[in-house]
């Protein structure tokens, strides 16, 4: 009996190749995810709020329209790549300061360095984009429409503000959430060093506890780091591993709850984290076949890299191909659509992530240069 209980899956560290790997699968979860679930007539999802006859709806589309299960299955469970990428920021700088100390200005500076300069240039885009969407006067109309809910994003609270999170642009509800969570990381490592692990479960449970309290708030609590507690803490908790044993029954027991959660309130509260461990072990036991075949590898591995902009600017880059899918559709068209989508947004983020570097690369050689004035 015992040796039953004993067998399961060993979880390994996580490498960069390996980080940059999984972002790639993540952020096409994410960008096919957000076009296809604002198309009409597909399942709505249990992501910010929860609704025990979505899965019932979810479950009744793919009996009866199977032809077009891919859509369906991205529309509905395709948003857990988000929680892949809040993982692997807990996970990324827990390996940067496992051993090091953190100074928190030059801490917080470098992660303002590595992001901000990216949004600034996707906001630019999107608002030269609005030429193209809503003619020549498309970047005023797009100012003078969201100025107060661009500020809020520009200032990194609109997460605190309701209804503010999604606007004007959804996705970019993240990066208020990820610059909040810079700002409380080194207390959460500084309290796993200093108290031990068990405190990181504890603090998961408290961020599961109030997102129960705070069902009824104005402000959406899974815009914030308190509603992602668990999978934060799973990030600097694997991180100070370098291997995990996970018996088999465990992984049928984290299935399950991931399944009530669909049905439940009560287990959706952790239904994000479930998906979490679900996703990385299937990534733990595929990673290995992935590699072997370059092609694959590649691919997954350039979309890691370029997986910021592409969360920046997809978003808005949707119109007018998701308008067009709404006019027709016909499943195949939105897929054909879909793929167009990824083309555009795959070639806009690669000139922006150029572009950026091409900026860089300027400023640095001002610095470097002696001054001949």
Request: hydrophobic share 50%; charged share 15%.
């Amino acid at each position: 009996m015992a040796a039953i209980y004993s067998k399961g899956t060993t979880w390994g560290s996580i490498s960069k190749q390996d980080a940059t790997l999984l972002k790639g699968v993540a952020i096409l979860l994410i960008v096919t995810h957000n076009f296809f679930h604002v198309i009409k007539d597909v399942p709505a999802i249990n992501e910010f709020d929860f609704s025990a006859g979505r899965f019932k709806s979810f479950l009744i589309q793919i009996s009866q329209e199977y032809p077009d299960t891919i859509r369906i299955v991205l529309t509905y469970l395709g948003h857990y790549g988000v929680q892949v990428f809040i993982f692997l920021s807990a996970y990324g700088l827990t390996k940067k300061y496992l051993t090091a100390d953190i100074v928190y200005k030059d801490y917080l500076l470098d992660r303002f360095n590595k992001i901000y300069p990216a949004f600034l240039l996707s906001l630019l885009f999107y608002l030269v984009y609005g030429f193209v969407t809503h003619g020549p006067l498309g970047p005023l109309l797009l100012i003078q429409h969201y100025w107060g809910a661009i500020l809020l994003k520009l200032t990194l609270i609109s997460n605190f503000f309701p209804s503010q999170a999604l606007r004007p642009v959804g996705p970019w509800w993240f990066l208020s959430f990820i610059f909040q969570f810079y700002v409380v990381f080194p207390a959460l490592l500084s309290m796993a060093r200093k108290y031990g692990e068990y405190t990181l479960a504890i603090i998961s449970c408290a961020g599961v506890l109030l997102s129960f309290l705070s069902r009824n708030s104005d402000v959406n609590i899974y815009f914030t780091i308190i509603g992602h507690m668990p999978e934060l803490c799973l990030g600097i908790y694997l991180a100070r591993r370098d291997k995990l044993h996970v018996p088999y029954y465990m992984v049928f027991t984290i299935f399950l709850l991931f399944i009530l959660g669909n049905l439940y309130y009560s287990f959706w509260l952790i239904s994000h984290f479930c998906a979490l461990i679900l996703m990385l072990l299937v990534f733990n036991s595929v990673r290995h076949t992935i590699r072997k075949h370059d092609h694959v590898n590649n691919l997954l591995v350039f979309y890691g890299a370029l997986s910021m902009y592409m969360f920046f600017v997809h978003g808005f880059l949707r119109e007018p191909m998701v308008v067009w899918a709404r006019e027709y559709g016909y499943w195949t068209y939105s897929l054909l659509l879909c793929i167009a989508f990824l083309a555009i947004t795959t070639i806009s983020s690669y000139l922006l992530q150029t572009a950026e570097l091409r900026i860089r690369q300027w400023f640095a050689q001002r610095e470097s240069s002696p001054d001949l004035l």
